[in-house]
């Protein structure tokens, strides 16, 4: 593909979007459209997006208000009427003069008032038609990144190869790919657009199932040492001795997973389930039947805080059995470490649990079978790899409770088998969440002082640790500091964030599950933690800014003893979406529906960790919305990868080639 010269300065703003090349220019899509079109003043409707062209009829008055915001009136004038013009934020308007010619694109609010949202000098037939938006963020303006969008494509004329063998092109019927190019980027009529999408689409989910479907054979041919062998009756006999008993789905996920265990292929599974729905215990079980067979298990969890976590539930949970549990993390000191490293390499280590510090380079373990990865989204495929290089026949399960519906995870997760607990344990105490538009505590203050006053605990969760370039956002020191003021000694306050020392943080930690603190100011390290059953308000500030899934496990925290949980999401925010996006998760606590709006509205990227993958991301498809895409080309991908040496495959040869070659597609 030939690359197009570009200046200094439009190379860096481009550069700031991510394009680096031609090609990265050519497959920056625009994230909507605008399609407008000409209708007479007389048709129009309140609050209806219209145009209209004419002659500038006053000189433009300026009006400020607030800080560093202003709006500038002026008239324009054509053979139908005279029209009030509003545009606000913009004060180079009020050089206009008196008889310029000028398009206005705008939001009619009747009267004749319109409030502007683009103008231009061209006439109004420029501006008709269907007009692609893309997310250029102020680098680069509209219409230089447009003309330089042409520029490659007219360059390029007879360079864009296709991917698709002609055999799918065919049967449904798509464009060749420089044409669907010229579709989506500039676009004519709405079927040709929607002909250019649709082979785009197809295209991207048709790589990723690809090089899906290759990791999954690569990993299932390699070797296995043994099938392992244990007493089913023993798996039993330790489940029954638990103080609950397991839900109907825990035991299947640990048939599903026993199967595995057993078989002559390596185990590649994901288990997923909404927070709270015992997958931690089903992995307990998995790890005891490979102790069972002669072999040791580890667990890598994201923190220490969690790893510490299940380490204490692990020891209570085989205390009177004969297994050696080592807990593996930076925290311990050099003669600690040297121990456990000692214990894991000579075998005597059965179980280890621990952080990153698992797959450091000093840490050998005598005969590893299984390997588990909780939440194992927050881990780079180069992380988990690293693990897996220290049992080169090992099992792997993966745990996620960002859990979604079981025929999208088949597709999204196509390298996976997939096991999936939708029941609970326990029935979960209720929950309320309450949208407060309003980023202050003072607007709740009465609701949580009562609480307080009934035993209750309370998590205060921010976004940053300490205030920084982004002035908006409330962070973690200003409104501990500001607590701590207002409530005088009334109720004990503390202070987490992840830039402390695991000792500090764990006695902050130990210290509210002690009841040492009421009221616990913390950024998203509570995420996962220590269960504090006493702990049953949380009140979160900029909740606009976290993701649904991470609102759903950050409100996971709380509730979890015999009370009913109260969570309040503060935010100032305006916007419709994001409003639209809470109140998500005001009405719902089912983490399915939540993981599946969170899909719908974000893509998999960084809800699933596919931004750390190594696998293509989605540029215009939507997992949800083009489902019946994605599983059409999920078949088509089984098909084309068993015939794989074919001509016409060529091309997905050397992507895949490619992929397994460039060590940069993973994100440590």
């Known amino acids: 593909m030939k690359e197009i010269r570009l200046t200094p300065k439009r190379r860096e703003a481009l550069g700031q979007l991510g394009i680096n090349s031609t090609e990265d220019l050519l497959n920056y899509f625009p994230y909507r459209y605008e399609k407008l079109e000409f209708l007479d003043y007389h048709k129009w409707t309140v609050n209806s997006r219209v145009i209209v062209e004419g002659k500038v009829f006053s000189r433009p008055k300026m009006f400020r208000f607030g800080s560093r915001k202003s709006v500038l009136h002026f008239e324009l004038g054509n053979d139908q009427d005279v029209f009030r013009i509003s545009v606000f934020n913009q004060p180079w308007y009020k050089t206009l003069q008196i008889g310029d010619h000028l398009t206005v694109v705008g939001k009619y609010e009747g009267g004749n008032k319109i409030v502007a949202s683009q103008t231009t000098k061209d006439d109004m037939a420029s501006l008709l038609g269907i007009t692609p938006v893309y ?14 969008m042409q520029q490659a494509l007219e360059e390029n004329q007879g360079q864009i190869e296709e991917f698709l063998p002609v055999s799918l092109r065919s049967r449904y019927g798509f464009t060749d790919r420089y044409s669907a190019l010229w579709a989506v980027h500039f676009p004519t009529d709405e079927a040709s657009l929607q002909k250019g999408i649709d082979l785009l689409k197809y295209e991207e989910f048709f790589r990723f199932h690809c090089a899906m479907l290759q990791r999954r054979g690569a990993y299932r041919e390699s070797d296995k040492r043994f099938a392992k062998e244990f007493d089913a ?25 026993i199967k595995d265990l057993r078989a002559s292929y390596r185990m590649a599974r ?12 089903v992995a307990f079980i998995a790890m005891y039947a490979v102790y069972l067979a002669g072999g040791q298990s580890c667990m890598m969890a994201p923190t220490e805080i969690l790893a510490k976590q299940h380490y204490a539930n692990m020891v209570r949970m085989f205390a009177g059995y004969d297994v050696h549990i080592d807990l593996l993390y930076s925290g311990l000191s050099a003669r600690e470490k040297r121990a456990a490293l000692e214990r894991i390499a000579s075998g005597e280590t059965d179980f280890v649990i621990g952080t990153h510090a698992l797959f450091q380079n000093d840490v050998e373990f005598r005969n590893l079978e299984l390997i588990i990865t909780d939440e194992q989204h927050r881990f780079g495929v180069r992380q988990r790899q690293l693990l897996q290089d220290k049992g080169a026949y090992a099992d792997m399960l993966l745990m996620s409770a960002t859990p979604i519906p079981r025929t999208l995870a088949t597709s999204l997760y196509g390298d996976l088998d997939v096991t999936t607990i939708t029941q609970t344990p326990n029935a979960s105490k209720k929950i309320t969440t309450t949208l407060i538009k309003k980023n202050s505590f003072m607007a709740i203050v009465k609701q949580i002082e009562k609480l307080l006053d009934e035993g209750n605990q309370m998590y205060v969760v921010c976004a940053a640790i300490e205030s ?26 503390g202070l987490l964030h992840g830039q402390m020392d695991e000792e500090h943080k764990d006695a902050v930690q130990e210290g509210f599950r002690n009841h040492e603190y009421d009221i616990l100011v913390a950024t998203t390290v509570i995420e996962v933690g220590v ?27 709380i509730g979890r003893g015999e009370k009913e949980g109260y969570c309040y999401l503060l935010t100032d925010s305006r916007d419709e979406e994001a409003l639209k996006r809470l109140q998500v998760i005001v009405e719902n606590t089912d983490g399915f ?56 495959n060529e091309k997905i040869r050397k992507y895949l080639d490619g992929i397994n070659a460039n060590e940069s597609v993973y994100v440590d």
Not at 233 to 257: C, M
Not at 475 to 492: E, P, S
Not at 597 to 621: A, E, T, V
Request: charged share 30%.
């Open 270 to 281: 994901l288990l997923q389930g909404d927070v709270g729905c015992g997958k931690t215990v």
């Open 135 to 148: 997310s250029i963020k102020d680098k680069i303006k509209p219409k230089t990144f447009r003309s330089l």
């Open 531 to 557: 269960d504090v059953k006493d702990a049953n308000i949380m009140v979160i500030y900029d909740a606009n800014r976290f993701g649904l899934s991470q609102l759903h496990q950050l409100r996971g925290r």
């Open 593 to 648: 529906k939540i993981s599946y709006y969170d899909l719908k509205l974000r893509g998999p990227g960084d809800i699933l960790g596919y931004r750390q993958s190594g696998l293509p991301s989605f540029n215009l498809g939507n997992v949800v919305d083009d489902a019946a895409i994605m599983s059409a080309a999920r078949k088509d991908a089984q098909e084309i990868m068993a015939h794989l040496d074919e001509p016409e």
């Open 468 to 493: 920084g370039s982004d002035l908006t956002a409330r962070n973690v020191t200003d409104v501990y500091h500001n607590l701590r003021t207002y409530f005088d000694g009334r109720y004990k306050v």
């Open 233 to 257: 009756r023993k798996i039993r006999e330790f489940a029954d001795k638990l103080p609950f008993e397991l839900t109907d789905d825990q035991k299947s996920a640990v048939n599903d997973i």
